[in-house]
């Protein structure tokens, strides 16, 4: 955020207010639409999902869309985590892996602006390894282009919106068993 401020941005929505809701939602299906007829953006859909059952792993998914069609997907078990570092987890596969795309723009969008604001963030936190990677690669990202960006934009799952929903699907109807030892994040603890 020190060197690059203004590549990164953030579009909260108010989900107090249904008016100003719609108004968020109205944006982004703006934004979906011209994206889908431009090649240099790509839209990424994240979300995780958090099984209470001492035997489940959270799970992180990540969509890809381009020019209307889904171009690829990621999906991992995010270990013994809360809600936040399995978010930031989720939001590490889209980003990393949209920074290897031949592309502009990266619009990332999450249930978790908190997790989002810490993406970018460095500073000594649990899922510090997440927002790390996540870092160096949006570094290479805004070096090699000037013009580079990446948005992220709010969704709460209660409005099940289109490319979005997809995402949250995928993420909360996996189930992945933790095993003998899966990764523990300091906030789990």
């Known amino acids: 955020m020190d060197n690059f401020p203004d590549h990164v941005s953030f579009h909260p929505c108010d989900r107090s207010n ?4 719609k108004l968020q939602f109205d944006a982004l299906d703006q934004l979906c639409y011209e994206a889908s007829s431009d090649p240099s953006t790509l839209v990424v859909a994240t979300d995780a999902s958090v099984i209470p059952s001492r035997n489940m792993q959270a799970v992180s998914v990540a969509h890809f869309w ?5 171009v690829s997907s990621s999906k991992a078990p995010a270990g013994r985590a809360t809600a936040l570092d399995a978010e930031l987890f989720a939001i590490r596969l889209g980003v990393v892996k949209a920074t290897s795309f031949d592309v502009k723009r990266i619009v990332i969008i ?58 949250h699907e ?14 523990t994040l300091l906030d789990a603890l």
């Open 170 to 183: 995928d993420a909360t109807s996996t189930e992945i068993a933790a095993g003998r030892h899966p990764a």
């Open 66 to 70: 381009r020019l209307r069609e889904q």
């Open 110 to 167: 999450t249930d978790s602006l908190t997790a989002a604001r810490r993406a970018v963030d460095a500073s000594v936190h649990s899922g510090q390894a997440h927002s790390l990677a996540i870092v160096q690669a949006l570094r290479g990202f805004f070096t090699n282009h000037s013009d580079c960006s990446i948005h992220f934009w709010n969704c709460p799952s209660k409005a099940q919106w289109s490319l979005y929903f997809l995402a």
């Open 18 to 21: 249904g008016r100003t809701r």
